[in-house]
């Protein structure tokens, strides 16, 4: 599969970051819930990633992505995580965006492999860092 370009989006970018904005661990209690529901670990439940942080992405259907072992994967893509824990060190081998390196990402309450983050290896993109979920691993929990 081709790499695609990067996703558009969906939130102001000179609006100041959520809380818990990046890729460190931080707990999912940490971040109100608000009007929205929330991104949650489908093994263990915890809060991963707001609803409104989503990203659009520059394509009309799903973005479902294989690796280089052929396991596919369909993508929720968002701003931040402040439930996950991703590795130190980011790679540009085999990325599904060009212009972007990528580290994988685990739950931080049980460890369950969740997604990647993404950060940009080129100047001329414009958005910095985001990070793509797993659709298998997470489910959506609706504030009541």
């Known amino acids: 599969m081709m ?6 989006l969906l ?13 460190s661990p931080a707990s999912s209690n940490d971040v109100e819930l608000g009007d929205r529901g929330w991104y949650a670990c489908a093994a263990c ?13 520059e394509t009309q259907g799903p973005l479902v992505f294989a690796n280089p072992h052929g396991r ?35 739950c931080a309450g049980c460890r369950a492999h969740i997604g990647w983050h993404f950060e940009a290896t080129r100047s ?10 797993s659709r298998a691993a997470i489910k959506l929990l609706r504030s009541e």
């Open 3 to 8: 790499p695609m370009l990067a996703p558009l």
């Open 11 to 23: 939130r102001d970018p000179a609006a100041p970051p959520a809380p818990g904005a990046g890729a």
């Open 45 to 57: 439940a915890r809060r991963l990633a707001r609803e409104d942080w989503v990203l659009e992405a």
């Open 72 to 106: 596919f994967f369909e993508l929720l893509l968002v701003t931040q995580v402040v439930g996950g824990v991703f590795d130190r060190l980011a790679t540009s081998e085999f990325t599904w965006f060009v212009g972007y390196g990528w580290r994988v990402g685990v």
């Open 124 to 133: 001329d993109v414009a958005l910095r860092e985001f990070v793509a979920l």
